[in-house]
């Protein structure tokens, strides 16, 4: 897969920036904010606050599922 479109966000556990994350699944919050959660493929799981546009952009390359 294309790590390029990949939602990137940091990881708490190993303190390490701009972690693509696998298997994001996408959120609508109770304010109607995007939120992103996965895990960066060493069991560590990730979460990350999204734009509207980053959110429907990584819905539109497939990098991501629907939850909402």
């Keep these: 897969m294309d790590t390029s479109k990949m939602i990137k966000a940091y ?3 190993t ?3 701009n ?3 696998q298997d994001a ?3 609508k919050t109770s304010r109607g904010g995007y939120m992103a959660s996965g895990h960066d493929g060493k069991g560590n799981k ?3 606050i999204l734009s ?3 959110a429907m952009q990584a819905l539109k390359d497939g990098v ?3 939850d909402f």
Excluded: G, H, R
């Design 25 to 27: 699944v996408i959120t």
């Design 15 to 17: 303190k390490e920036k």
């Design 46 to 48: 990730m979460a990350a």
């Design 64 to 66: 991501a599922k629907k």
């Design 52 to 54: 509207e546009a980053k």
């Design 19 to 21: 972690v693509p994350m």
């Design 11 to 13: 990881c708490l556990k």
